[in-house]
């Protein structure tokens, strides 16, 4: 399968520290890549290189096979390469299906003036985009929180709703870090559905992840880290037996 993301050689240097250490792999076009490993291990710094909020020391990220190494994190959210944090980040005074049309600016067009005078066309846009946040709000299992503030939500529904919020922006590759930090195993179970459904649908994932359960049962390959080197890349099953991955992580 052709790869949509290319990650290749990212090192990244903070004084006499490598944080990350020459990491080579391929996200596919279809599917879901977890990175997982200790703490301390690079991943969330790998993240940031390849999302654009931190620059690497050397090495180079490819979209689509486009070099986009020195574009901002901005650039690279309008090219389809999305991200979640750690800590979520939502409007808490707008609701949740208000949050979710925030993250459609990326893809509307149209200005203070048509904002001021609603033009026939800009009426119909405003339909299609609520008409399209209800459907990502289905699709986290938030339909009927829709009118609900953000902030009168439990965390773990908090989580769901930034990642409807982030497929709003129309990601082909969607990077997720750790989006089950904080969730119960129900809410654990609701994350993974959706991300099946999401990878279903085409678009590529990418996350780091702690819960090992979740990477076992919704990743088609994995890339572990160590000391920010990559020491393994393979399916799951392969990765749970792998002695060194057992040595460094899992054991």
């Given at each position: ?19 990350v ?17 200790p ?9 940031n ?6 620059p ?26 999305v ?48 008409e ?23 965390y773990?529904q ?9 497929m ?67 399916t ?8 060194a ?7």
């Amino acid at each position: 399968m052709n790869a949509i993301l290319e990650v290749r050689g990212a090192t990244r240097r903070f004084g006499g520290l490598t944080a990350v250490d020459d990491v080579s792999f391929d996200v596919p076009e279809r599917g879901v890549t977890a990175v997982i490993g200790p703490n301390g291990a690079g991943k969330t710094t790998l993240f940031n290189l390849i999302a654009g909020s931190m620059p690497p020391s050397a090495g180079a990220i490819l979209l689509s096979g486009n070099e986009v190494t020195a574009l901002p994190s901005e650039a690279r959210a309008g090219l389809g390469l999305v991200r979640t944090f750690q800590l979520v980040k939502l409007f808490q005074d707008l609701t949740a299906l208000e949050n979710v049309k925030v993250g459609f600016h990326l893809r509307t067009r149209g200005g203070l003036i048509a904002a001021l005078l609603r033009p026939r066309w800009q009426r119909q846009a405003e339909r299609e985009v609520e008409e399209k946040a209800k459907a990502l709000l289905d699709l986290v299992g938030l339909s009927a929180l829709a009118d609900s503030s953000a902030s009168a939500l439990p965390y773990g529904q908090q989580r769901l709703l930034e990642i409807a919020r982030a497929m709003a922006a129309g990601p082909r590759v969607l990077l997720l870090d750790e989006p089950a930090a904080g969730l119960n195993a129900e809410e654990s179970e609701r994350l993974a559905r959706t991300v099946r459904k999401i990878a279903a649908d085409g678009v590529a994932v990418l996350l780091i992840e702690h819960d090992m359960k979740l990477v076992m049962d919704i990743a088609d390959e994995v890339v572990v880290l160590d000391y920010g080197r990559k020491i393994a890349q393979r399916t799951p099953d392969a990765v749970r037996r792998d002695p060194a991955v057992i040595a460094a992580y899992l054991g």
